[in-house]
Each structure stands twice: as C-alpha cells, then as structure tokens.
Nanobody, 120 residues
Framework: QVQLVESGGGLVQPGGSLRLSCVAS????????MGWYRQAPGKQRELVAF???????NAADSVKGRFTISGGNAKNTVYLQMNSLNPEDTAVYYC??????????????WGQGTQVTVSS
C-alpha cells in the first residue's frame, strides 16, 4: 500500500504563489509517475501536471507557464510550484502516484486532497 501525504494548500491572493508538496510512503518501490489533479466545484477533475521516473514532466495547457512540477532528491516526493495564481485555480488538488508491475499492469494511489483558494 502507498500513502500520499499532501501539504501546502491554503488561501492566497490573485497573483500570489503557493507550493504544494506530496510525499509517498509505504510500498513505494515501482512508482513510475507522480502528479496532481484538481477539481473545482461544478467542474470535472482535471489533470494538472505529472512527472515520470525519468524526470520528464507534462502540464496542462491551462497552467503552462505558471505551474511547475518537480521531484525532490528522493523520487517519492513531488512539488507543484504555483505562480501567478488566479481565482480560476481555486480547487481541491489531489496528489496521485502510479506504478507498473513487470506485466505492464498499473495501480494508482491518491492523496486526500488539499484546498487551494485564490481570492481577494
């Protein structure tokens, strides 16, 4: 079992910045990808960004140029640096991790979510 612990959410003014952190623990061997989804009230869950075990990253068009995902020295940790925040970024942000077995099957794990609110 993999446990994901998130931190860094909160209230910030438009134009401000936040950094979210996610640390995986437990049976972390084999994790191939970690990243972030978000879900705002009345909207579908949206993939924000992810980072693979190779270090390559991808981000949604809605956050490119403003958000940066990165991994810590230990690859069971990921960060989401969020700059130039606007009210449209208000959502619950969920950390996730995926691992593959030798047969190519995948298993996903999810954090509890952390609230990000951008408001004046």
């Amino acid at each position: 079992q993999v446990q994901l612990v998130e931190s860094g959410g909160g209230l910030v003014q438009p134009g401000g910045s936040l950094r979210l952190s996610c640390v995986a623990s437990g049976s972390i061997f084999g994790i191939n990808r970690m990243g972030w989804y978000r879900q705002a009230p009345g909207k579908q869950r949206e993939l924000v960004a992810f980072i693979s075990s190779s270090g390559s990253t991808n981000a949604a068009d809605s956050v490119k140029g403003r958000f940066t995902i990165s991994g810590g020295n230990a690859k069971n940790t990921v960060y989401l640096q969020m700059n130039s925040l606007n009210p449209e970024d208000t959502a619950v942000y969920y950390c996730y991790a995926v691992k593959w077995d030798l047969r190519g099957n995948t298993q996903s794990y999810w954090g509890q979510g952390t609230q990000v609110t951008v408001s004046s």
